[in-house]
């Protein structure tokens, strides 16, 4: 039997739900190209949203792209389409990153366990606010490490000593940029000031940075630098916040991309499960700190994130592209 046309209204829906995904400094560095006649979605990486200085190699502009694959393949399942996915499809064209084939289910059952994740596309959000400091039960962490495990990569929850050299790690990272006058050069493009954050449609608008940290341990970057954000205002930070590491095994194009897939799975489990997320890669943008921040025990895998986990606000939305911007169907 033929399979059913889909119509422009519902591949639209999908890439919408494919761009909620999270990406460094919401730089939103992916394209989507709909061929009509063979039900494929291809996903391109968009080299004019690369970050050359913070990211020179694009593995955080695989892993955003990554993460929008994940959240099209849940908007796929949810609508009752079974997404046949293909990593890296076309070796001669790296900015190919993955084919999928919105197939009918023809017989076979929906994905419930991608379905379920459907409501949590739209409720998560980065959140740089404090979080409380509660425990996170281990039935929830046992569930965390479960997504990341089903997309091949490993969550690892830190032991206090190492969560305190991934701290320090981060602290590292700051110290170097402020002695570098150029460090923050992508920062700067991709954050959004006064006016331009309420008109904005990518990048971290001002309305997102949240407080300025007073006290605390909390890993988390402040957007502004020494730029002046009115009624910003500064709070204690949780002094144990809870840490995660996503690793892979490799450090490749593909590693990178099942690496947003995971940390995706990930994000969205913990928003199902009431937690707030944020994500640090500062320490990460530099090779010799990435090295130290892997697990101390196994000294195994490649960190890809550091992800910091919850009870608290789940923060803003930010801003996205339209649809109408990165999608054309042929």
């Known amino acids: 039997m033929a399979s059913r046309q889909l119509d422009e209204r519902t591949v639209t829906g999908l890439v919408a739900e494919a761009t909620a995904a999270p990406s460094m400094h919401n730089a939103q560095p992916w394209r989507f190209r709909f061929v009509t006649g063979e039900r494929l979605l291809l996903l391109r990486a968009d080299p004019a949203r690369a970050m050359p200085r913070s990211d020179p190699d694009d593995r955080a502009l695989h892993i955003g792209c990554g993460a929008a694959l994940f959240n099209l393949r849940v908007a796929a399942a949810h609508a009752g389409l079974v997404p046949e996915t293909t990593l890296l499809p076309e070796p001669r064209d790296p900015r190919l990153l993955a084919a999928v084939h919105l197939a009918d289910p023809e017989g076979r059952p929906r994905d419930d366990d991608l379905a379920r994740l459907h409501p949590a596309i739209r ?3 980065t959140s740089r606010h404090p979080f409380a ?11 965390l490490r479960d997504a990341a495990a089903r997309e091949g990569a490993v969550l690892h929850f830190p032991g206090p000593w190492h969560a305190e050299t991934l701290i320090d790690l981060v602290h590292d990272a700051e110290s170097r940029d402020a002695l570098d006058p150029d460090a923050d050069e992508d920062l700067r493009r991709w954050t959004r000031l006064g006016p331009e954050a309420d008109t904005a449609v990518d990048g971290v608008p001002e309305y997102a940075f949240g407080p300025r940290k007073r006290d605390g341990k909390a890993p988390v970057r402040d957007f502004a630098g020494r730029r002046p954000v009115a009624d910003r205002g500064t709070t204690a930070f949780e002094r144990t916040p809870h840490l995660a590491l996503l690793s892979t095994p490799g450090d490749a194009a593909a590693d990178w991309l099942r690496a ?15 937690l707030a997320t944020s994500l640090t890669s500062h320490a990460l943008e530099l090779p010799d700190l990435r090295l130290l921040a892997r697990d101390p025990v196994s000294g195994t895998g490649r960190v890809q994130m550091v992800l910091r ?6 923060g803003p939305a930010t801003p996205r592209r339209p649809v109408t911007d990165i999608l054309e169907i042929v």
């Open 309 to 314: 986990i919850g009870y608290g606000p789940r």
């Open 133 to 143: 400091e509660k425990e996170i039960p281990e039935e929830v962490r046992t569930t």
């Open 260 to 274: 947003g897939q995971a940390l995706e799975r990930v994000l969205l489990e913990a928003t199902t499960a009431d």
């Open 123 to 125: 409720q998560r959000h």
